[in-house]
């Protein structure tokens, strides 16, 4: 019943920018850190960008100063936005949710379908 879905992926030419979108929904009892990974072809799946719950944020060495992640926790949601994107930075990118369904439960994965970002010129 629980769902985690990205939106916000696409083309843009280098220097663009996008905004992804990340919406949990279903039975939920709490939401604990949230984070994007991103998958290029022929390379290993990598964190991006985390928040915790109490917002604090992390990031990759190279996406510092041009990404900014950020959540609304009554809506169940986490942003990446992406400035001065990058050939690079194209993959598809995931979101992940650590949550719990109910209070006696303990928290469980879930991640995104996954969104494809494109940048190229």
């Known amino acids: 019943q629980v769902q985690v879905v990205e939106s916000g992926g696409g083309l843009v030419q280098p220097g663009g920018s996008l905004r992804l979108s990340c919406a949990a929904s279903g039975r939920i009892f709490s939401v604990g850190v949230m984070r994007w990974y991103r998958q290029a072809p022929g390379k290993q799946r990598e964190m991006v960008a985390g928040i915790t719950g109490n917002g604090f944020t992390y990031y990759v060495d190279s996406v510092k100063g041009r990404f900014t992640i950020f959540r609304d926790n009554a809506k169940r949601t986490v942003d990446l936005q992406m400035n001065s994107l990058k050939p690079e930075d194209t993959a598809v990118y995931y979101c992940?949710?650590?949550?719990?369904?109910?209070?006696?439960?303990?928290?469980?994965?879930?991640w995104g379908q996954g969104t494809q970002v494109t940048v190229s010129s």
């Open positions: 992940y949710a650590d949550l719990k369904q109910t209070p006696s439960t303990p928290m469980i994965d879930y």
